[in-house]
């Protein structure tokens, strides 16, 4: 079946230091890959999102590039700010509607100033 | 942007007594609801979809006499954990999808369910 596996958090990073969470997928036909957050006493919502092979999603200056040959969409920030401190959810669907999410376990990055 | 309001972010009770978590979405009306579960240390599990005035449809293995969903109104769906037991300690969140050819979810907090 389809799932998403997402490295284990959390991870502590200082600031402006450079962030990547893994994120691999197991999906039938093509899906669309999604990275979503959530702040602290907040909702989860979209970071970013691609649909298609080579696509890169990119948000606040964040980056995933889909990646269908090694079936992953890795999240990374060149510069992370306390600000960024969060739980980061990497999901996919194959619905077109893009609404059945299959979820990551989350990772919790912690960053210090 | 949309908010998604869920409430209560953290509940405890005893076993055997009922809970209600509600999702309202407070800016738009939601033709569905989403309802998903997070066990300590795993994925958001999708629960239940729920559209407005009709039955729920839930997901493989999600007992639908134990986890009530109603979506009365285009901006509430309520979920009622019936005769609550340790094991349905757990984290819960609702998502809200506006109407047609809008694909972007809004999610609400989330409720800590913990039951003594």
């Known amino acids: 079946g389809n799932s998403v596996t997402q490295m284990e958090g959390p991870v502590t990073l200082s600031e402006e230091a450079f962030l990547t969470i893994n994120c691999t997928y197991t999906?039938?036909?093509?899906?669309?890959l999604f990275w979503y957050v959530q702040y602290p006493g907040e909702g989860l919502q979209l970071l970013l999102k691609a649909t298609k092979a080579d696509d890169k999603g990119s948000n606040k200056g964040f980056e995933a590039t889909y990646r269908k040959e090694t079936t992953s969409f890795h999240l990374e920030k060149g510069s992370v700010q306390v600000s960024d401190s969060a739980v980061y959810f990497c999901?996919?669907?194959?619905?077109?509607?893009?609404?059945?999410?299959?979820f990551g376990k989350g990772t919790t990055l912690s960053v210090s100033s | 942007g949309a908010v998604v309001s869920q409430h209560p972010s953290r509940v405890i009770c005893k076993s055997g007594t009922s809970v209600k978590i509600e999702c309202r979405s407070l800016?738009?009306?939601?033709?569905?609801m989403f309802w998903y579960r997070q066990f300590p240390k795993q994925s958001l599990m999708l629960m239940a979809t729920?559209?407005?005035?009709?039955?729920?449809?839930?997901e493989q293995g999600v007992e639908k006499d134990k986890f009530l969903i109603n979506h009365a109104s285009l901006t509430l769906s309520t979920l009622t954990v019936t005769s609550a037991h340790p094991e349905d300690s757990s984290f819960y969140i609702c998502?809200?999808?506006?109407?047609?050819?809008?694909?972007?979810?809004?999610f609400g907090s989330g409720t800590q369910l913990s039951v003594l």
């Open positions: 729920s559209n407005e005035g009709s039955k729920a449809t839930y």
């Open positions: 998502s809200a999808l506006p109407g047609q050819g809008d694909e972007k979810l809004f």
């Open positions: 800016d738009f009306q939601a033709t569905t």
């Open positions: 999906a039938t036909g093509y899906p669309s």
């Open positions: 999901a996919l669907t194959t619905n077109q509607a893009g609404t059945a999410l299959i």
